[in-house]
């Protein structure tokens, strides 16, 4: 969970292309939600491709991200 503006480690600079994902997620979090997932992962729940990245926003404007996006 981390404030807004700020990305996990697991997107970080060492990873240029998943970081532009994460990125990506976080901006346009309104479009991803109508776009479904195909890679499975609705068996942990998710239903959309934005839950690949982003597993919640927090009343406080943080964010909890999911790692299932960078593996």
Same mark, same amino acid.
């Given at each position: ?7 996990? =480690?697991?997107?970080?600079? *060492? ?6 994902? $994460? ?8 479009? %991803? ?6 890679? =499975?992962?609705?068996?942990? *729940? ?6 690949? $990245? ?8 943080? %964010? ?8």
């Amino acid at each position: 969970t981390l404030p807004k503006g700020q990305l996990p =480690g697991f997107a970080g600079p *060492g990873t240029p292309d998943i970081r532009r994902l $994460y990125q990506y997620a976080v901006e346009h979090g309104d479009e %991803l939600q109508y776009i479904p997932c195909f890679c =499975g992962c609705y068996r942990f *729940g998710h239903k959309s491709n934005l839950d690949c $990245y982003i597993k919640s926003s927090n009343k406080n404007g943080t %964010l909890t991200f999911t790692s299932r996006a960078a593996t």
